[in-house]
T-cell receptor, first 112, second 113 residues
């Protein structure tokens, strides 16, 4: 079946602009995660959605970052007033109950 | 603080040899571990997982070993192939932590032809 998809695959923006990143999880997966990966680094947890529960936002680096998820489907990660240090690969993953997380291809964000 | 770390930043092996990638974790509450492979320009790809009630699990050409006594995890790749060249991450899940994974920085596996 289809895996996790993300769009856009690449995004170049100017400092101070807002960006919106999209994630389509694997159908039926109840949990959805956003991570950030800087060049040559591991993955940094940002936010977690599970069903109708309140999201775990403990990894969001600042109030410029927010995310939403509609039911158990699409999620969007929004970064307001982007800064150059926001440049990274933003990865989305989804998980079925008790299973491993499966990742999308990521969105490469470059803030000029 | 608690962390997941990898012993070596790079590993170079001859095609056909076996590879062993090691990972140390420090959180004794971790109950689930995953190995991911990440090729350039792609997202991490699930390889194999293991729960803390096991000490060994085998997949196709891969084996994961878990030693809870010394908090050590390893990934063994049999008959390494050029397509195995990638960055490998170990990740741990802390029990009760909403399945948030803590990742190490990754180790690069380079396969020599």
């Amino acid at each position: 079946g289809a895996g996790v998809s993300q769009s856009p695959s690449n995004k170049v923006t100017e400092k101070g602009k807002d960006v919106e990143l999209r994630c389509d999880p694997i159908s039926g997966h109840t949990a959805l995660y956003w991570y950030r990966q800087s060049l040559g680094q591991g993955l940094e947890f940002l936010i977690y959605f599970q069903g109708n529960s309140a999201p775990d936002k403990s990894g969001l680096p600042s109030d410029r970052f927010s995310a939403e998820r509609t039911g158990e489907s699409v999620s969007t990660l929004t970064i307001q007033r982007t800064q150059q240090e926001d440049s990274a690969v933003y990865l989305c993953a989804s998980r079925s109950s008790g299973g491993a997380q499966y990742f999308g291809p990521g969105t490469r964000l470059l803030v000029l | 603080g608690e962390s997941v770390g990898l012993h070596l930043p790079t590993l170079s092996v001859q095609e056909g040899d076996n590879s062993i990638i090691n990972c140390a974790y420090s959180n004794s509450a971790s109950d689930y571990f995953i190995w991911y492979k990440q090729e350039s320009g792609k997202g991490p790809q699930f390889i194999i997982d293991i729960r803390s009630n096991m000490d060994k699990r085998q997949g196709q050409r891969v084996t994961v070993l878990l030693n809870k006594t010394v908090k050590h995890l390893s990934l063994q790749i049999a008959a390494t192939q050029p397509g195995d060249s990638a960055v490998y991450f170990c990740a741990e899940n802390i029990a009760g932590a909403n399945s948030k994974l803590t990742f190490g920085k990754g180790i690069t596996l380079s396969v020599r032809p």
